[in-house]
């Protein structure tokens, strides 16, 4: 346990979910160290998870106990400035999880310095990504701060160990031996991780999903729904103005109802193993196809394709940890600069897993049915296709002259 070593007497401020782990780390800290904890849980918009969760962490010992609020902040200065980024991290995930950790870093630095804490800690594992989102935020704003993950550390050597732990000393947990799975849910998304799960070609059980129902099992009637963006962000459904936080829960239940956002994934962590993940994004599914679609009519080629570059860089920034950089900063000023024409309505049919797009329609839309149409209002000038066909290849018909050439040369 070199890691933990000068821990005795510490105080603590704890990153606690109230779950299995963070549960395990707030009893298992004061009993091998005599720490003071203090426990930091932020509000992300989880729906179950933070019932009861001061009492709970007052109950293991803790010294404090802070439930923040982070609902609104979240959705307004993380989720949407992924959002109009268009970030899906290998093209699939919405990036739910990698999204609330620095901002619970954030709360967590916040808190400690309140509370005069000299280490913080979290829940996380040795080979996951999370250790280094919480390491980095929390050293991105606070390099003086001892940052500790028992779980690199102790000597439990599986999450049934853990559950047999909490067992012996009445710790209430929602894990058990016959449904073992990891879960982190905030208002983008959920995680699931562990179990059957781990075995890429077992079909994920039922019980393993928290917020979406079964493709099969959703509405035989299809239903449509129209989004309104304003600068790339979502302001309204179905005409109707609405907050952040409430417009992405409505449209949690609402396309989770039709079996929306269910993500089953193989994909590369950053310490460089394959995981399977499971995730729930019924809200942010919906979002992300709106909005690319929204952007299909209302940003130019080049920027276009400049943007789905930058796309990918910044999933793969957020998801390794690098919210606090200066690069995150000037992708944004990119993507907003880009976002002032992403503005208008798209209305998407949902239905049983599925979705299409029913009507497109901006203000700065750069569709023109004139240039596009093969009717009589055609206005395109067809002959210039021609000189322009001409130069365009001119690389390929230079190329094609030259190759018998090379050829003939290599025979002799």
């Known amino acids: 346990m070199n890691g933990l070593a000068g821990l005795q007497g510490a105080r603590i401020a704890l990153a606690f979910s109230g779950g299995l782990d963070t549960s395990v780390i707030a009893s298992w800290l004061q009993e091998e160290f005599g720490a003071e904890i203090v426990t930091v849980s932020g509000d992300l918009g989880q729906e179950k998870e933070l019932k009861g969760i001061t009492e709970k962490a ?3 010992g803790a010294k404090a ?5 982070l609902k609104k902040q979240f959705a307004e200065d993380f989720v949407f400035h992924a959002l109009k980024a268009g970030a899906l991290y290998e093209g699939v995930y919405p990036l739910a999880t990698a999204l609330g950790r620095p901002l619970l870093a954030k709360a967590l630095v916040e808190i400690a310095r309140k509370e005069e804490c000299t280490v913080v800690a979290h829940g996380c594992t040795g080979k996951g990504n999370d250790q280094v989102r919480f390491d980095a935020g929390v050293w991105a704003l606070a390099p003086d701060l001892r940052v500790i993950a028992p779980v690199r550390h102790w000597p439990f050597k599986s999450r049934e160990d853990e559950i047999a732990y909490c067992a012996e000393r009445g710790i209430p947990v929602s894990a058990t031996k016959a449904s073992p799975y990891s879960i982190d849910e905030n208002l983008w998304g959920t ?6 799960l781990e075995d890429p070609t077992v079909a994920p059980p039922e019980d393993a999903y928290q917020r979406t129902v079964s493709p099969e099992q959703a509405p035989n009637t299809p239903e449509e729904i129209a989004i309104t963006f304003k600068h790339g962000i979502p302001v309204a459904l179905n005409e109707e103005a609405i907050g952040a936080v409430d417009l992405i ?12 956002g269910r993500l089953d994934m193989i994909e590369n ?7 399977r993940e499971i995730y729930e994004a019924p809200g942010a599914t919906l979002l992300h196809f709106a909005h690319s679609e929204l952007e299909r009519i209302t ?3 080049w920027t276009a394709h400049a943007k789905a570059k930058l796309s990918q ?18 992708f944004d000023a990119f993507v907003d600069e880009t976002q002032t024409r992403v503005n208008g309505i798209v209305v998407v049919k949902l239905y049983k897993g599925t979705m299409s797009v029913r009507s497109r329609q901006s203000p700065n839309s750069l569709y023109d049915k004139a ?7 055609d206005t395109f000038d067809h002959s210039a296709g021609e000189g322009f066909s001409k130069i365009f290849s001119l690389p390929l018909r230079t190329l094609a002259r030259t190759v018998p050439a090379v050829a003939e040369h290599e025979l002799v």
Not at 65 to 69: E, K, N, Q, R
Not at 191 to 196: A, K, M
Not at 252 to 258: S, T, V
Request: charged share 15%; hydrophobic share 45%; proline share 2%.
């Open 313 to 330: 860089d910044y999933a793969e920034l957020v998801y390794n940890g690098l919210w606090f950089s200066p690069l995150r900063t000037a």
């Open 269 to 275: 962590r950053l310490v460089g193993i394959k995981s």
């Open 371 to 377: 240039l596009a149409s093969y009717t009589a209002e």
């Open 299 to 301: 940003l130019d080629k």
């Open 191 to 196: 995680s699931i991780e562990c179990g059957v």
């Open 58 to 60: 007052y109950q293991l």
């Open 65 to 69: 106990a802070y439930h923040v609020d």
């Open 249 to 260: 829960t409505m449209l949690n239940h609402l396309a989770g109802a039709h079996g929306i």
